[in-house]
């Protein structure tokens, strides 16, 4: 079985630029999660899908973060205009069932750097 | 004051040593527990759930004291394998919408040979 796939897994851009991160969680799974880690830090939640309804978007910074999953599969995660403070891994996680269950599997991230 | 505290580290032991990590949770409404890996630039994967009455799995064991708001996790027996960050993880639900995993920064552990 497939695992949650992200795009790309790099991603190098200039302060002030947008970019778009893109995850597609694992088959049947409706619960679909996007984290931010920076160095040394754990996971924080930024956004939490059951299906195609944002149940959780408190942590989200919504001057320039935005999300969408259309359909209630894949979802793309975009900043505009990222800042340098934006440097980071956002990793996608999803879950089969809706509540926030801990069984959550994650994707390999994509690591965003800005200059 | 973080919702989930543990040591950085690192923890730098040697192959065939045990090793603790403990963990401290501030949320009396937390209800479940549990152990994430994570290997370097990979992302966590879930190593174990803990209970209050403690729970093994082979070389590893993990406690609760919910009276505390302590988790801990024990590696017996340490192998070279073992070298990755363990989070500590708290879920936390009020139900509904804000029900979410609370990670810890990690405990970094290095292996020797």
């Known amino acids: 079985e497939a695992g949650v796939v992200q795009s790309p897994r790099y991603k190098i851009i200039e302060k002030k630029q947008p970019v778009a991160f893109w995850c597609n969680p694992i088959?049947?799974?409706?619960?679909l999660y996007w984290y931010l880690q920076n160095l040394g830090q754990g996971p924080e939640l930024l956004i939490r899908?059951?299906?195609?309804?944002?149940?959780?978007d408190s942590q989200l910074p919504k001057d320039r973060f935005s999300a969408e999953r259309l359909k209630g599969v894949d979802s793309t995660l975009k900043i505009q205009p990222a800042e340098l403070g934006d440097s980071a891994v956002y990793l996608c996680?999803?879950?089969f069932g809706t509540g926030g269950t801990y069984e959550q599997y994650f994707g390999p991230g994509t690591r965003l750097t800005v200059t | 004051r973080k919702e989930v505290e543990q040591d950085p580290g690192p923890f730098n032991v040697p192959e065939g040593a045990t090793v603790a990590f403990n963990c401290t949770y501030s949320?009396?409404?937390?209800?479940?527990f549990f152990w994430y890996r994570q290997d370097c630039r990979k992302e966590p994967k879930l190593l174990m759930s803990?209970?209050?009455s403690g729970n093994e799995d082979g070389r590893f064991t993990a406690q609760l004291n919910r009276a505390s708001q302590y988790i801990s996790l024990l590696i017996r027996d340490s192998k070279l394998s073992d070298s990755a960050t363990y989070l500590c993880?708290?879920?936390?639900?009020?139900?509904?919408?804000?029900?979410?995993?609370?990670f810890g920064t990690g405990t970094l552990l290095a292996v020797q040979p």
């Open positions: 996680a999803s879950s």
């Open positions: 088959s049947g799974h409706n619960t």
């Open positions: 899908y059951e299906n195609e309804e944002a149940v959780d």
């Open positions: 949320n009396s409404a937390s209800q479940s």
């Open positions: 803990v209970y209050s």
């Open positions: 993880v708290v879920y936390r639900g009020y139900g509904g919408a804000t029900n979410k995993l609370i």
